[in-house]
């Protein structure tokens, strides 16, 4: 029998495989975006007792009302905007899981959907998968911002969603209040929602703030906010995040959400849910705490033949290995985990056209030990 695809431009991640790379070749590993080091001691004791108590079947499928109640608590603190628990927040099973019952909820067969390049690869996939299509926007570099010009001019009457992603993976860059409100001026009048991606809005460095959709009253009432304890957890592995809207949208995406996964890893919540009430001041040193491994990590590659771009929030670096390697980011990646033992990600997957650069990233999520090592190879080159 032969099967007709849905998905024909899509295989095996690129960040599957250039993990797989290194553990053949040994490499150190500063491609795929998780953290070598543990979670908080109180947060693994709190999943521990979790289990312990036996919260170990299914939760509610919207996620534990505790949870809810200290996810609302801390989006209010943080943004001010208050969201009922009960109508407006839905846990999830990861940030991924999140993004594509948000698109599967609101996103019909013909609709387009405006995406930013480089961008997370689920994006994609998600978006064809209901039958439309990604209009693909690039990114201007070197700074890798929004050209609100050319989305006025990509809107058309079928662009039913925005998808917008601060602070950026892969290369760091945040968005303002004044991009805020651009986009803003673009939807209003409009059936337009946004989506926003902010599983980094804890690590947002030299002192900015992170500008949330949920800070602006306009956009927040037509916006789905996707978050991730995992990135802010350092525990990717439980793959446990949120999804914050209004409560048209949040039902609409629910309807969604309960077919797809149903509910999330139960005893994960009962111990997220207590960290949060017992320790709010781990996401608030979070910044300070990122910035540190950002700081030390430029350091120590400084002396290399990397330049290195800047990192205004997230836990990657980019580089420009042009002065190396004459070859394209793929080649040179697949060079680099080869015969320099270090992995990294290249950033023409994230294109739909990726543009001629010599751009590679690469993860500072680790331990010192980690860093230094990978360090002393790249500075080899």
């Not at 111990?271 to 700081?295: G, T, V």
């Not at 042009?322 to 990294?344: C, K, P, T, Y």
Request: hydrophobic share 45%.
């Amino acid at each position: 029998m032969q099967l007709e695809t849905k998905l024909p431009k899509v295989g095996t991640t690129i960040f599957s495989v250039m993990s797989q790379l290194a553990l053949e070749h040994k490499a150190v590993n500063l491609g795929q975006g998780f953290p070598d080091f543990e979670p908080p001691e109180a947060l693994r004791d709190a999943i521990t007792r979790a289990m312990a108590e036996g919260k170990n079947q299914y939760a509610p499928g919207i996620g534990i009302p505790r949870l809810r109640e200290q996810i609302a608590l801390k989006t209010e603190s943080l943004y001010g905007h208050r969201v009922s628990p009960d109508t407006e927040v839905t846990v999830t099973s990861g940030a991924t899981e999140a993004l594509f019952s948000a698109i599967a909820a609101v996103v019909r067969a013909g609709d387009e959907v405006i995406v930013f390049d480089p961008c997370y690869d689920s994006y994609e996939p998600a978006i064809e998968l209901q039958g439309a299509t990604a209009v693909h926007l690039p990114l201007t570099l070197p700074a890798f911002a929004i050209d609100w010009q050319r989305v006025r001019e990509a809107i058309t009457p079928r662009t039913r969603m925005i998808l917008i992603n601060s602070p950026h993976n892969p290369s760091g860059a945040v968005l303002s209040r004044a991009d805020l409100d651009e986009l803003a001026a673009i939807v209003r009048n409009t059936p337009i929602v946004v989506l926003s991606d902010e599983v980094y809005e804890h690590i947002v460095f030299d002192g900015q703030e992170h500008q949330s959709v949920l800070r602006h009253e306009e956009l927040a009432a037509r916006s789905i906010v996707v978050s991730s304890f995992g990135k802010t957890y350092h525990c990717t592995g439980w793959k446990v995040g949120y999804a914050v809207a209004p409560k048209a949208l949040t039902a609409e995406f629910r309807k969604v959400h309960q077919y797809l996964t149903f509910c999330t890893f139960n005893p994960a919540q009962w111990a997220f849910a207590e960290f949060l009430e017992s320790s709010p001041e781990h996401y608030l040193d979070l910044p300070a705490f990122y910035q540190a491994k950002r700081d030390r990590f430029r350091a120590l590659i400084a002396p290399s033949r990397l330049k290195l771009l800047d990192v205004p929030g997230g836990y990657f670096q980019l580089v420009d290995y042009g002065a190396i390697r004459d070859v394209d980011d793929i080649n040179f990646s697949e060079w680099l985990v080869r015969e320099g033992g270090v992995a990294a990600i290249p950033l023409s997957p994230f294109y739909e056209s990726a543009p001629d650069t010599r751009l590679v990233r690469l993860c500072f999520a680790k331990n010192d030990a980690t860093m230094e090592a990978a360090a002393e190879l790249l500075c080899k080159l």
